[in-house]
């Protein structure tokens, strides 16, 4: 009696707990397990793609509207004679100013007079985004539950800086160079996209559904 107790204790000991499971490099008989459950993965993924098209569905992310500003530093005009490198770090400073009356709180303002029940603290809160600054299109994003608000406050961004540039480069009170010019180009769509698709739902469903899929058949199947 005594002897199998010491038996199965020294047999319990011996087994491998689930850390060295998933810690341990895998094993041929692991991997063609794996391998055999391919039903089980393939349902899990379904299960997965269609958990992650409910979430979706429930909680859609917001719409994404874009206007486009072209900003245009006419650099034959204002350093007709200077080295490349010299204009590289003029597009740098002036890029730089720009940006910052992009984010100023007058242009701000103005948009959020332009759009009904919009707030200062909701526009810096991650609502408006810029990408692309430098020479040539300036791309103006607004992010909304509402398509038509993300809409207006996309064009109201991009009118509101291209108005506040041209004030500053008449006024030359910013520092500006007198030859830059900002023309909004193209305006947000009436009906913009969603900041993700379905299909970025879809697919990450069926992939944390494959993983814990494969966890699963591990564990189950050379539980300790």
């Given amino acids: ?3 199998d107790v010491k038996r199965r204790s020294t047999m319990e000991r011996a087994r491998p707990g689930y850390m060295h499971l998933i810690l341990a490099p895998p094993e041929a008989d692991e991997l063609i397990g794996l391998l055999r459950a391919w039903r089980f993965w393939l349902l899990g993924g379904v299960i997965g793609a269609l958990l992650g098209a409910a979430v979706y569905a429930s909680s859609p992310p917001p719409f994404r509207a874009g206007a486009t ?20 770090y003029y597009l740098e400073r002036e890029t730089r100013k720009l940006v910052e009356i992009a984010m100023s709180d007058a242009t701000m303002g103005d948009v959020a007079n332009a759009v009904p029940g919009a707030t200062l603290g ?15 299109g300036w791309h103006f994003y607004a992010d909304d539950h509402d398509s038509e608000r993300a809409a207006l406050l ?51 469903g069926a992939g944390i559904a494959l993983t814990l899929s494969a966890l699963g058949i591990l564990l189950v199947r050379f539980r300790p």
């Fill in 1 to 3: 009696m005594g002897g």
């Fill in 122 to 136: 909701e526009l810096r809160a991650g609502k408006l985004q810029l990408s692309q600054p430098g020479s040539g």
């Fill in 69 to 88: 500003v072209n900003v245009d530093f006419h650099l034959e005009q204002a350093w007709p004679e200077n080295t490349d490198r010299e204009q590289f």
């Fill in 154 to 204: 996309a064009n109201a961004w991009a009118r509101a800086f291209s108005d506040e540039v041209e004030q500053e480069v008449i006024a030359a009170a910013g520092g500006l160079e007198p030859f830059i010019t900002a023309e909004v180009v193209r305006a947000a769509a009436i009906l913009p996209g969603r900041t993700h698709s379905a299909g970025i739902y879809i697919l990450v």
